[in-house]
């Protein structure tokens, strides 16, 4: 491939494709109204994030051409050739091309980001009237090398947040911290069956059986010479000194194939560290202040019934951020049951807005149900603005530090995609979960999936329903990937073989 210099005349930014309009002057008088709402119209034939999308990578290729003084609109085969390859491999600061200890070039741009920036490019020129650069059979094969020697696998996904996960941030968000839970069920635990620091250090989940109608603790030995002892514990007439009540809300807030009361990266707490937080609470049935502190009291405010409404809605709906944020009130209905009817009217996959209509059913037990913390999130929304909301208010907005909505003109904003992605990951990190940088948004609807195609659960079809996903492969990506330690052949031949 040769490089040639630019010989036409560069064109203004302003005027690239993206922004660029048909001179509507240079029309017929009597077309030019119709012309202008076709001109309108044809600005809708993206998503608005794609728009926004192709344009700044768009931008970037026009910025690097300038420097270089070649012609970006439109651009040779040569040009957009040697642009990819200049992003797709990582330059030290002297803009030399890096490669690793054995002599292989080292990845800059992702290969799914150098497809982007490829896929604006050609978008430009067609818009334009021009042949797309991809087209070319050169660049056809560049961008099948870069694919093949970089992998297209991303290095760094969101965790799913499966089923227990989701209780777990739930509780968080239900302003009841892990560490208040375990504190309550330690004190009332200690006080209802007698048991010392030191059993209470080696008491494990598999120790536990919670069910429907009674709780048992076999509590370890309290000597070297001693025997475990079984403990059937009582319902209590004040839920909030049932340690029952106490262990069962405990248990769905943490992980339970370890130890009942541990630190948040797992470790049991010693006899000591259990001594001083019962040493702290002694008096706590006489002291109010006490009292409040180990029951974690007080009724949830505008921005905890919001949280937990965003992250039961993105779950059982499967929902992109993007979906969550454009959610409107005249997107949902309440059905006959008590359920709610949830409408997505445009996504990813269907940028036409076709839309489909979702269900957040209203679940018979008493434990989480996405139903219910929408009942309370819009009981609360009534409440706060002394009205209905109107249809196009959003349904999830942003709440400032003194718990009032933030409002424009009198009305609520939608919360932004990002606004999301830092609730999931404050909230991770309040449950105790390890690495919780790692959650996100996507978290959510990846969760689904993950729950969802479990043993005798549902099928991929049925899945596909509720997320959208037009691809059953990519969706089958979400599980192995979740489900890569869970359900690991590997790891059952080798259980199984008991090497």
Known sequence: MTLEPITGEIVAPEETAFNAAPDLLAAPETIRQELAVAQELAKNSLAAGTRTNYKSQFDAFRRWADVRRMSWLPASVDTVAAHLAE????????????????????????PDSVGMRLAAINKAHRVAGYPAPGDDDAIKILMAGIRRTFGTAHDQARLADDGSI???LVASAGGVSRTTLMRRAMVLLTETTGATPGQLSKLGWNHVVIGDSATSVTLP?????GDPVKIVLQPADDP?????????????????????????????????????????FDDWRDDPQ????????????????????????????????????????NDLKRGP??????????????????????????????????????????EAVDQEFGETPQKTWP?????????????????????????????????????????????????????????SLGPGRLSVAQVQEVTGHKSAQVLLQYYRKANLRRDNPAAKVAESLNL
Not at 248 to 260: H, I, N, P, W, Y
Not at 366 to 374: E, K, L, V
Not at 412 to 419: C, D, F, R
């Open 87 to 110: 992003v797709a491999v990582a330059q030290d600061e002297q803009g030399n091309k890096q490669r690793d200890e054995h002599g292989n070039l080292v990845k800059g741009l992702h």
């Open 166 to 168: 989701l209780k777990r």
């Open 221 to 225: 030995a309290a000597t070297a010479h």
């Open 240 to 280: 909030n000194e049932c340690a029952a009540r106490a262990l069962s809300s405990l248990c769905e807030a943490t992980e339970t194939d370890g130890g009942v009361y541990t630190r948040e990266d797992g470790k049991p707490l010693t006899r000591e560290a259990i001594r001083l937080n019962l040493r702290k």
């Open 290 to 329: 006490l009292r409040e502190q180990l029951e974690g009291r007080g009724e949830l405010d505008l921005t905890t019934t919001r949280n937990i409404a965003v992250l039961l809605t993105g779950w059982f709906a499967a929902l992109r951020r993007s979906n969550i944020v454009a959610l409107r009130w």
């Open 337 to 378: 049951s008590g359920d709610w009817e949830l409408i997505v009217r445009r996504s990813k996959t269907d940028q036409e807005g076709k839309g489909r209509t979702l269900l957040l059913p209203r679940t018979t037990h008493g434990g989480i149900c996405p139903a219910r913390a929408m009942d309370a999130w819009r």
């Open 395 to 451: 349904v999830f907005f942003p709440i400032n530090r003194h718990g009032h909505p933030t409002l424009r003109c009198g009305a609520p904003q939608a919360m932004s995609g990002a606004a999301i992605n830092e609730i999931v990951q404050i909230l991770a990190k309040r449950a105790g979960l390890a690495n919780p940088e790692a959650y996100g948004a996507h978290s959510l609807r990846a969760g689904f999936v993950t729950e």
